[in-house]
C-alpha cells in the first residue's frame, strides 16, 4: 500500500470506525434488518411479537413450524408455509409485499429452530400442548396471531 502516512492513519481511522459502527449495530438487531432479515431470530421475539406488526402472522405460523418440528409433531411444515402463503394472498396482499412475508416466515423458522435444537428438554407437556393448539388452528387455515409461549 502506497501513500503518505497521513494517507494510512486516514484509511485506519476509517477502518476503525467501520468496524465500531458494525459492532454496534449488529449487538442491537439492526444488522438484521440491513440484510433484509425481517422476522423473529429468538423464541422470546416470536413469541412478544405485536398482534398488529404487519409481520406478526408470518413471524408466528413460522415459529409454531419450527417448534413443532422439533418436537416431532406429524405434519408437512412445506404445505403449512404453502397455505399459508396462499392464504395471504387471497387475503389481497400486494405480490411486493408478500416477499417479505415469505422472508419473515423462513428466517423465522429456521432462527428458532437453531436456537432450540440442542434443549433437550424443550418440549415439556405445557409447551406440546401450546404447540399442538397453534399448530392445529393453522392447519385448519386460521392465521390470526395469538400464538404464546407455554411456560
Not at 38 to 55: F, I
Not at 88 to 113: C, F, H, N, W
Not at 118 to 135: G, S, V
Amino acid at each position: 500500500m502506497e501513500g503518505t502516512g497521513a494517507q494510512r492513519a486516514a484509511y485506519a481511522a476509517l477502518a476503525v470506525a467501520a468496524a465500531l459502527l458494525l459492532a454496534a449495530i449488529s449487538a442491537c438487531g439492526t444488522i438484521d434488518r440491513v440484510r433484509n432479515k425481517d422476522g423473529a431470530s429468538t423464541e422470546k421475539e416470536a413469541r412478544n411479537v405485536a398482534p398488529e406488526d404487519p409481520l406478526a402472522r408470518p413471524i408466528q405460523v413460522g415459529w409454531t413450524s419450527a417448534r413443532a418440528s422439533h418436537c416431532g409433531f406429524v405434519f408437512n411444515p412445506d404445505q403449512l408455509r404453502r397455505d399459508f402463503l396462499t392464504a395471504e394472498i387471497r387475503s389481497g396482499i400486494p405480490q411486493e409485499q408478500m416477499k417479505k412475508i415469505a422472508q419473515a416466515y423462513d428466517y423465522t423458522r429456521e432462527s428458532v429452530l437453531a436456537t432450540i435444537k440442542d434443549d433437550l428438554h424443550y418440549c415439556n407437556k405445557e409447551r406440546t400442548a401450546a404447540i399442538r393448539r397453534d399448530l392445529n388452528r393453522y392447519l385448519a387455515g386460521d392465521y390470526a396471531p395469538s400464538a404464546r409461549m407455554a411456560q
